[in-house]
């Protein structure tokens, strides 16, 4: 995230608790980040303020969303962000990724080849 110059992290329901030494370990100088995050119980709560969402997903999901290219989806946010709005971008487990019912609640998904 900080790479991007992304800098407010919102962690849903944590698997492994908060805070976590191993996410510290592996922030490789980020941990700015991670002092800052904020702990939500589910996804609607973590983007409740948010005026756009977009979902981050490398399968194909047959939902009727705009599916968008990582470089137009932060364009598309860039122009939101001008206009005011809040966005976001929700990634899920490394693992496994996204649920279906978690890319619905969005606006976009970002297809990350």
Do not use: Q
């Not at 904020?38 to 609607?44: A, P, V």
């Not at 756009?52 to 999901?61: F, G, L, S």
């Amino acid at each position: 995230m900080w790479n991007f110059e992304l800098d407010r992290m919102r962690i849903v329901a944590p698997r492994d608790g908060w805070p976590n030494d191993r996410a510290r370990a592996m922030a490789s100088g980020a941990g700015r980040v991670l002092d800052a995050a904020t702990i939500h119980d589910d996804l609607t709560a973590a983007t409740a303020e948010c005026s756009h969402v977009y979902a981050t997903t490398a399968r194909v999901r047959g939902l009727t969303k705009p599916v968008l290219s990582p470089e137009r989806a932060m364009a598309d946010a860039a122009e939101r962000i001008d206009k005011g709005e809040t966005v976001a971008v929700i990634f899920g487990p490394e693992r496994a990724g996204l649920e279906n019912e978690e890319v619905a609640r969005t606006n976009a998904i970002v297809s990350v080849p």
